[in-house]
């Protein structure tokens, strides 16, 4: 064997290697998503963009961030399922800003959009990536000239709604429709592969806060579950038992399961879902102090939980029925101060085993993002290197991108 010989076999093992590793020519494939984060400004909002490296998990943040999101006091951030497009909801200004992502993670703003109501609170989008949902505190009313007026404010309180957004296959938003809904409604899941959408409320009046419909796949409209009533004015409409002040609300992949946070009682409590889409309370499960956002890993196997009080993320895993049950690896895992929304990227979201997982939280009292490493196999979280990463004044929530070879 000739030196010659030698030589190229070992360039090409280690560009075999290299190519295993995800580590081609090109600078991108170095990066395995994207993490974006909403800072709540009640002025100007702002969006932090990060790109996240796949050996360790670190955040960069991109050259052109932050930008601004378009509105007043963004309140969360959603993205398509096809994983071009995020939507920034605002409170203040009760709009929806579009956002294409490019090739280099950065996001380019396409237009604004009005939701049919005032005070948006959250979004999400339906399996299909066919409707956006939008909750908002307050119902409006149209005038004869085709505009919005405020039917009801903070002064003369009322019952609010969500606004229901058809998404063209450019990501772009078409003409809202509007379910009248209850009392102060905070958050919502549409992303049941059977067609319904859930949403939780914070009426003081009645404990029975989480409210079901199934989706009509043509046109997004809710029709309420058996148990479900909506009444309208300012009186409490009723769906089912939620814990005395529901702050979080997650689906699982399979749409057998659902889970709510409890802010007041420091509990996640699981629900099994039946056929028509009435979920039944199975168990619950102490978390740390005032739990929020929520999320569950691709595996379908860990649940974690952001304690807002508390600092921390609470994971669990699944009993037999669904129930949550503390986990013995993640109990309890400091973060930031007031953590509010998770995200989770990696294997096998990204289709490569090399890359590992990862999980952030949106730190709105300090002002970050704290980054963990998930094991796949037992669930447990470490603190990964330089976590947590810098953002803009008072992050209100994030979501993760996975980078898309060839986008």
Do not use: E, W
Request: glycine share 10%; with cysteine.
């Amino acid at each position: 064997m000739t030196l010659k010989t030698v030589g190229q076999r070992a360039i090409a093992s280690i560009v075999s290697v290299a190519m295993g590793l995800g580590l081609t020519a090109c600078g991108r494939d170095y990066t395995v998503g994207y993490v974006y984060a909403t800072t709540a400004q009640s002025t100007a909002g702002l969006v932090n963009g990060y790109k996240v490296d796949y050996q360790q998990g670190s955040l960069v943040q991109l050259a052109n961030s932050p930008i601004p999101s378009g509105g007043k006091n963004p309140v969360t951030v959603v993205a398509s399922p096809d994983n071009l497009s995020i939507y920034v909801i605002h409170r203040d200004d009760s709009s929806v800003v579009h956002f294409l992502i490019g090739t280099d993670g950065k996001i380019y703003p396409q237009k604004t959009y009005n939701i049919t109501g005032s005070f948006a609170t959250d979004a999400s989008i339906d399996a299909a990536g066919k409707f956006l949902y939008v909750t908002f505190t307050y119902q409006n009313t149209i005038l004869p000239d085709g505009s919005l007026q405020q039917l009801y404010t903070p002064a003369n309180p009322g019952p609010g709604g969500v606004t229901i957004f058809p998404i063209n296959s450019d990501g772009s938003l078409g003409s809202p429709s509007t379910f009248n809904l209850g009392r102060n409604p905070v958050k919502i899941t549409a992303t049941s592969k059977n067609h319904f959408v859930y949403v939780i409320a914070q009426d003081s009046a009645t404990t029975a806060n989480l409210f079901g419909f199934s989706a009509n796949t043509s046109n997004g409209m809710l029709t309420p579950l058996p148990g479900v009533t909506i009444n309208p004015g300012n009186v409490p409409s009723t769906g089912f038992q939620s814990g005395v002040n529901a702050a979080g609300i997650i689906i699982d992949a399979a749409a057998s399961h659902l889970y709510v946070t409890d802010s007041a009682s420091n509990a996640v409590i699981g629900y099994s879902i039946a056929a028509d889409g009435v979920p039944s309370l199975i168990a619950t499960a102490k978390t740390d102090s005032a739990p929020a956002g929520m999320t569950i890993d691709m595996s379908g196997k860990y649940l974690y939980v952001a304690s807002y009080s508390a600092g921390s993320i609470n994971g669990y895993t699944f009993a037999a029925n669904g129930a949550p049950v503390p986990s013995s690896v993640a109990t309890s895992v400091q973060v930031g101060t007031g953590p509010t929304c998770l995200s989770i990227i990696g294997a096998p979201s990204t289709g490569s085993p090399t890359h590992a997982i990862y999980l952030y939280a949106s730190n709105q009292l300090s002002n970050s993002v704290s980054g963990t490493q998930l094991s796949a196999s037992d669930g447990s979280l470490r603190q990964i290197q330089n976590t947590p990463f810098t953002a803009n004044l008072l992050p209100s929530c994030l979501v993760t991108v996975p980078a898309i070879p060839g986008r």
